[in-house]
T-cell receptor, first 117, second 114 residues
Framework: GAGVSQSPSNKVTEKGKDVELRCDPISGHTALYWYRQSLGQGLEFLIYFQGNSAPDKSGLPSDRFSAERTGGSVSTLTIQRTQQEDSAVYLC???????????????FGSGTQLSVL | AQSVTQLGSHVSVSEGALVLLRCNYSSSVPPYLFWYVQYPNQGLQLLLKYTSAATLVKGINGFEAEFKKSETSFHLTKPSAHMSDAAEYFCAVTRSGGSYIPTFGRGTSLIVHP
């Protein structure tokens, strides 16, 4: 596609439910990033993919969070047993090369607004 | 470790006035620095980046930023604010030979008054 696509754009769920957030990066981009944006907290790094591998998942806040990437393309971020503190905007970004290219820009999707009631 | 600090969560200016958004970085090696802008209900997009080629970097929409090593700063400026500049602005840092994953500041919300 022309840009990074994320779905759904909004997700309202009940505490304790599982949710899946999807990211379609720009075609040909090998690097994919997930960030979380909370009010007044800026962007918090969650996980980085190079191809289908995740060399850095240091930002995942707990074992309730997991992510995968298949075919070097689509990525899914899963949050199990959601809690109210998980409410935030989840942003996905992609870049052409990633590792070894620290000066390249990231292309961001519009995010998924997650609300846990 | 690398980090950026953005001073001021909100900056308010009048239309036509100078815009100054502050960013200070911390890095043990020469950094790469970025400014991104986020308009309401949109993802972030790159305004400009510093990659050591020149200390004064010009970006889109009339914005520019100057890298000052002695002050560890990379402040964003625009001579004359426009209503359409109202948005959230994020400073970010990466560094060669280390973490290539951008670390972002907390963001500064720019408010432009008519």
């Amino acid at each position: 596609g022309a840009g990074v696509s994320q779905s759904p754009s909004n997700k309202v769920t009940e505490k304790g439910k599982d949710v899946e957030l999807r990211c379609d990066p720009i075609s040909g981009h090998t690097a994919l990033y997930w960030y979380r944006q909370s009010l007044g907290q800026g962007l918090e790094f969650l996980i980085y993919f190079q191809g289908n591998s995740a060399p850095d998942k240091s930002g995942l806040p707990s074992d309730r969070f997991s992510a995968e990437r298949t075919g070097g393309s689509v990525s899914t971020l899963t949050i199990q047993r959601t809690q109210q503190e998980d409410s935030a905007v989840y942003l996905c970004a992609s870049s052409l090369a990633g590792q070894g290219a620290p000066n390249e820009k990231l292309f961001f999707g519009s995010g998924t607004q997650l609300s846990v009631l | 470790a690398q980090s950026v600090t953005q001073l001021g969560s909100h900056v308010s200016v009048s239309e036509g006035a100078l815009v100054l958004l502050r960013c200070n970085y911390s890095s043990s090696v020469p950094p790469y620095l970025f400014w991104y802008v986020q308009y309401p209900n949109q993802g972030l997009q790159l305004l400009l980046k510093y990659t050591s080629a020149a200390t004064l970097v010009k970006g889109i929409n009339g914005f520019e930023a100057e890298f000052k090593k002695s002050e560890t700063s990379f402040h964003l400026t625009k001579p004359s604010a426009h209503m359409s500049d109202a948005a959230e602005y994020f400073c970010a840092v990466t560094r060669s030979g280390g973490s290539y994953i951008p670390t972002f500041g907390r963001g500064t919300s720019l408010i432009v008054h008519p």
